[in-house]
């Protein structure tokens, strides 16, 4: 951490999708060498009984997951570990390689905390991920895979992108997250509706007996999360991630009027849209949490609210890679202090009794 405050200052005046790469470019370097990233798993990687779960038959040994957009192409999943991360999503993946929208897509609010990014779904086609993640699997943590639509698809073709990724992806990945939240792919959100998640999943669990999750927008009304709640989870969605990044720019003191806010400034929202999702759902599918989680306190207030597994991923950019340790760390600390033995024990407990059925 002494490190990384020395070299911030420096870091905040790069372009931020320079720096992302440049990290990039360490890691992969970096992945065959033993020397380099024993010491950090050793320090960074916390695999405490408290805060092991069993999901999915699959298992957590500490619910802080890296966000989708960190690994896009599946390229740092060896550093995953080392950063501290007990599970993680790559992508978003699309069935063909697609550049993303046009540069500069990032930018930084250093004074907020936040990252705002229009990058389009950028990534290297599900056929190069694919080989590359056949090499790795089945990894040491769950992987999750993040797809989303090509932006040439039109709306209406839109489910056999989907299941294109799918059947290419199933048998490399550990579970699955629709993608149909990301403001950054014209019209993308268009497809949060009932008819459209009814017929996408009737489409794709068929094809896989992998847990296939959706992905919500902290922009929709309180009503059509309620709904479209409900409507997931009766389609056959084994769990709901909230939320993806905002294009509410009023929380933002300079934005750009591109693409979506990320960071602290989205954590209201993101725990409010949690709070409505757990009051509908909680107890019938896992619910995920990401946006603006900061701190062992942040997450934890999420985890209460029916969170069984978060996410970071701005956090790192201004916390440094420790945050992920820090956090799990804090995570333990707190429940040992408010006396539960295990982490289950505090998922969903300041959810109202009345909402919990």
Known sequence: MDIFKAIKPLIYKTDPEFAHNAVET??????????FFNPLIKKNFIDDPILNQKIWDLEFKNPVGVAAGFDKNATMISAWPALGFGWGEIGAVTPKPQPGN?????????????????????????????????????????????????????EERAIEDYK?????????????????????????????????????FKELKPITKKP??????????????INLSNISVEAGADGIIATNTTVN??????PIKRGGISGKPLAARSFEVLRII????????????????????????????????IQIYTA??????????????????????DGFNHINEAIGVDIPKKLKG
Request: glycine content about 6%.
């Open 102 to 154: 046009e540069k500069p897509r990032a930018w930084r609010h250093v004074e907020q905390e936040a990252v705002q990014n229009a990058y389009g779904f950028n990534n290297e086609g599900v056929k190069v991920i694919k080989e590359r993640l056949s090499k790795i699997y089945p990894f040491i943590l769950p992987i999750a895979a993040n797809i989303g639509k090509n932006k040439t698809t039109p």
């Open 26 to 35: 360490i890691f992969r370097t970096a992945r065959r060498c033993p020397f």
């Open 316 to 337: 790192i950019i201004y916390k440094g890679p420790g945050i992920v340790r820090e956090i799990n760390k804090g995570l333990i600390e707190l429940l040992q202090k």
């Open 212 to 225: 296939i999750l959706i992905k919500f927008s902290p922009d929709m009304d309180d009503t059509d999360i």
């Open 278 to 309: 757990a009051g509908e759902v909680f107890g019938k599918v896992p619910l995920i949490s990401v946006g603006g989680i900061d701190s062992a306190e942040e997450a934890y207030k999420r985890i209460r609210m029916g969170a069984s597994l």
């Open 164 to 200: 294109i990724l799918v059947k290419e992806l199933k048998d490399v990945v550990d579970f699955f997250v629709i993608n149909i939240s990301s403001p950054n792919t014209p019209n993308l959100r268009n497809l949060l509706n009932e008819e459209f998640i009814d017929n996408l």
């Open 249 to 254: 720019y009023d929380i933002i003191n300079s």
